[in-house]
């Protein structure tokens, strides 16, 4: 069964750091982009960070450059999002995506985790 799990979300003070982890599992994903999307109440889900499985660029929306950092472990099958000098406007429930083939910045993933959320206070 292909799985995605998100973990490490929180509640945090703005100006705080918080790190969450997505756990791939169920096949192998070297192929794969991974993505990090986020959905705040009332809104529209967005692009956050994406990476290459196999390595490359990342990719970061602009709200969050500089501030955000996408890696993934190889040994563990597991991506990471690290985010730093939270705002409230970084609060949203954040997921982890995955996708057959290069790096996209919209909503066209196929595989999808449960969310994690943060919730940064002001």
């Known amino acids: 069964q292909v799985q995605l799990v998100e973990s490490g979300g929180g509640l945090v003070q703005a100006g705080g750091s918080l790190s969450l982890s997505c756990a791939a599992s169920?096949?192998?994903?070297?192929?794969?982009?991974m993505g990090w999307f986020r959905q705040a109440p009332g809104k529209e889900r967005e692009f956050v960070a994406a990476?290459?499985?196999?390595?490359?660029?990342?990719y970061y929306a602009d709200s969050v450059k500089g501030r955000f950092t996408i890696s993934r472990g190889n040994a563990k099958n597991t991506v990471y999002l690290q985010m730093n000098s939270l705002k409230p406007e970084d609060t949203a429930l954040y997921y982890c995506?995955?996708?057959?083939?290069?790096?996209?910045?919209?909503?066209?993933?196929?595989?999808w985790g449960q969310g994690t959320q943060v919730t940064v206070s002001s």
């Open positions: 995506a995955a996708r057959l083939g290069v790096v996209v910045t919209t909503t066209d993933y196929d595989i």
């Open positions: 169920g096949r192998t994903f070297s192929t794969y982009a």
């Open positions: 990476i290459r499985w196999s390595g490359g660029s990342a």
